[in-house]
């Protein structure tokens, strides 16, 4: 729970007129009813996403200490507006009696200049600018508010985690996508579903404003604008919702539903699955278990060779579980001596792991997955999960830096107009995927076929 006192919270919302609609509602019971540190808050376009982030930090002001609280814009502008909603809630105070200490008061007009405020208590608010990420490694905070989040790299994001790891403080995240950079999307899209942060991410919608929208969704305002876009970027801009790449090889991959938290069960092996790309070495970690597959955990490194990956792996918790015998699938190619031992001849020497391999036709390996993702099974619900540790970072060149990025970036080429010849997709960010085909294909076979008893090894509904 928040380590402020009902009164306090109560005197906040006071303050800051509090009636929240029915959007804010689910954001509001969620944030002061768990001790969850870390929010992230997608807006539409006047949707009032600066306004409920200052509603979810100033209750959480802990007015026992003192403490610096930081507004953190991508400029000094930026998070002025909602350091005026905090100045403004503190300046009304209780009963018109100014919680804000004004000779510590500094407003300049100019737009690079910071604000501060310090409170009765001693608490600070100031803002930030993040031009110059290596000033914000200065001091350890009790709360940050990161003002248009989007429009921030991803290397402050990180600062600002930093910065709150020592006090146990609270980040909150809040920003559109439009004109913004897509590491923001992505972590909106990772905190939509489990994660080891217990973060959560929501929507705000530009109808939601009923102040602004009376009616919501119905207003006129509303309808002209769903007329006037393209129903993707309508979406985008006011809708609060990450388009969604089109050609995705794996359009079913959802990380809401895909995502989850895990542990190794002991009773049941725990493979190696691997294809060594000729850019990037995936090794997952897997646990069969019944129609289930789960990947665990993921050694995924670019630029490396076996001789590195291999200590990697054996470094790894999860390696004491692995059945050394029959450790594993690597790709068919595992098996090719190029001038020197192969793939499979030195998991055998270095690691002691048994590998088996077998040909897979693309197809059969990204229909093996699609059809796992999805619940059109007896089951009735996905058949392959991702632990939530795993990330889905991208580099700033559109690589997959990790596991669960590669679902969002695989991709089908455009196709040339005027021909119709039969496309494969592309060759890069695909290679973890690809063991996650061959795995399954070892595991349940690859042509659709009649279900066959679950007691038998191959026992799903064949691809």
């Given at each position: 729970?928040?380590?402020?006192?009902?009164?306090?919270?109560?005197?906040?919302?006071?303050?800051?007129?509090?009636?929240?609609?029915?959007?804010?509602?689910?954001?509001?019971?969620?944030?002061?009813?768990?001790?969850?540190?870390?929010?992230?808050?997608?807006?539409?376009?006047?949707?009032?996403?600066?306004?409920?982030?200052?509603?979810?930090?100033?209750?959480?002001?802990?007015?026992?200490?003192?403490?610096?609280?930081?507004?953190?814009?991508?400029?000094?502008?930026?998070?002025?507006?909602?350091?005026?909603?905090?100045?403004?809630?503190?300046k009304k105070g209780?009963?018109?009696?100014?919680?804000?200490?004004?000779?510590?008061?500094?407003?300049?007009?100019?737009?690079?200049?910071?604000?501060?405020?310090?409170?009765?208590?001693?608490?600070?608010?100031?803002?930030?600018?993040?031009?110059?990420?290596?000033?914000?490694?200065?001091?350890?905070?009790?709360?940050?508010?990161?003002?248009?989040?989007?429009?921030?790299?991803?290397?402050?994001?990180?600062?600002?985690?930093?910065?709150?790891?020592?006090?146990?403080?609270?980040?909150?995240?809040?920003?559109?996508?439009?004109?913004?950079?897509?590491?923001?999307?992505?972590?909106?899209?990772?905190?939509?579903?489990?994660?080891?942060?217990?973060?959560?991410?929501?929507?705000?919608?530009?109808?939601?404003?009923?102040?602004?929208?009376?009616?919501?969704?119905?207003?006129?305002?509303?309808?002209?604008?769903?007329?006037?876009?393209?129903?993707?970027?309508?979406?985008?801009?006011?809708?609060?919702?990450?388009?969604?790449?089109?050609?995705?090889?794996?359009?079913?991959?959802?990380?809401a539903k895909h995502?989850?938290?895990?542990?190794?069960?002991?009773?049941?092996?725990?493979?190696?699955?691997?294809?060594?790309?000729?850019?990037?070495?995936?090794?997952?970690?897997?646990?069969?278990?019944?129609?289930?597959?789960?990947?665990?955990?993921?050694?995924?490194?670019?630029?490396?060779?076996?001789?590195?990956?291999?200590?990697?792996?054996?470094?790894?918790?999860?390696?004491?579980?692995?059945?050394?015998?029959?450790g594993g699938i690597?790709?068919?190619?595992?098996?090719?001596?190029?001038?020197?031992?192969?793939?499979?001849?030195?998991?055998?020497?270095?690691?002691?792991?048994?590998?088996?391999?077998?040909?897979?036709?693309?197809?059969?390996?990204?229909?093996?997955?699609?059809?796992?993702?999805?619940?059109?099974?007896?089951?009735?619900?996905?058949?392959?999960?991702?632990?939530?540790?795993?990330?889905?970072?991208?580099?700033?060149?559109?690589?997959?830096?990790?596991?669960?990025?590669?679902?969002?970036?695989?991709?089908?080429?455009?196709?040339?107009?005027?021909?119709?010849?039969?496309?494969?997709?592309?060759?890069?960010?695909?290679?973890?995927?690809?063991?996650?085909?061959?795995?399954?294909?070892?595991?349940?076979?690859?042509?659709?076929?009649?279900?066959?008893?679950?007691?038998?090894?191959?026992?799903?509904?064949?691809?």
């Amino acid at each position: 729970m928040r380590p402020f006192t009902p009164d306090w919270k109560a005197l906040c919302q006071k303050m800051l007129l509090h009636e929240p609609n029915e959007a804010q509602i689910e954001i509001e019971e969620w944030w002061f009813n768990t001790s969850a540190r870390f929010c992230l808050i997608l807006g539409g376009e006047r949707a009032g996403k600066s306004y409920e982030a200052c509603k979810l930090a100033l209750p959480c002001m802990n007015i026992l200490k003192p403490g610096r609280y930081w507004i953190v814009g991508p400029d000094y502008q930026q998070p002025r507006q909602e350091f005026q909603y905090i100045y403004e809630a503190l300046k009304k105070g209780d009963n018109g009696v100014s919680l804000v200490v004004d000779d510590s008061v500094s407003m300049p007009l100019n737009i690079a200049s910071p604000w501060s405020l310090k409170t009765i208590w001693g608490q600070e608010w100031m803002t930030k600018s993040a031009s110059d990420i290596q000033k914000l490694a200065s001091f350890s905070v009790s709360g940050v508010i990161m003002s248009e989040a989007a429009q921030h790299i991803y290397e402050s994001y990180l600062k600002l985690m930093g910065r709150v790891s020592e006090t146990s403080g609270f980040l909150i995240l809040s920003g559109t996508l439009e004109r913004g950079l897509p590491w923001y999307g992505d972590l909106y899209s990772r905190w939509q579903g489990a994660n080891e942060l217990n973060a959560r991410s929501f929507s705000l919608p530009t109808w939601t404003n009923t102040d602004v929208y009376p009616g919501g969704e119905e207003n006129p305002r509303i309808k002209e604008l769903r007329s006037e876009y393209p129903e993707d970027l309508f979406m985008e801009r006011f809708g609060a919702k990450p388009m969604r790449k089109t050609g995705l090889v794996l359009p079913e991959y959802d990380h809401a539903k895909h995502v989850k938290h895990m542990v190794v069960n002991p009773e049941l092996p725990v493979e190696l699955w691997m294809d060594p790309g000729q850019h990037c070495y995936p090794v997952l970690f897997v646990q069969v278990d019944g129609l289930i597959t789960n990947i665990l955990d993921c050694v995924y490194s670019r630029s490396k060779i076996v001789h590195d990956i291999i200590p990697l792996v054996m470094a790894n918790p999860l390696f004491k579980y692995v059945k050394l015998s029959s450790g594993g699938i690597i790709d068919n190619a595992g098996q090719q001596h190029n001038a020197n031992h192969s793939q499979v001849e030195l998991w055998q020497k270095i690691a002691g792991v048994s590998l088996r391999s077998q040909y897979c036709r693309l197809d059969d390996t990204i229909q093996a997955i699609r059809f796992r993702l999805q619940e059109t099974n007896p089951l009735h619900q996905p058949l392959l999960y991702f632990n939530d540790h795993l990330k889905n970072t991208k580099s700033p060149n559109g690589l997959a830096l990790d596991l669960l990025a590669e679902p969002e970036l695989w991709v089908w080429p455009d196709r040339s107009p005027g021909r119709n010849e039969a496309l494969t997709p592309t060759d890069k960010n695909n290679d973890g995927m690809k063991a996650i085909g061959y795995g399954l294909i070892d595991h349940f076979g690859a042509h659709i076929s009649k279900p066959v008893s679950v007691r038998s090894r191959r026992r799903e509904y064949y691809i």
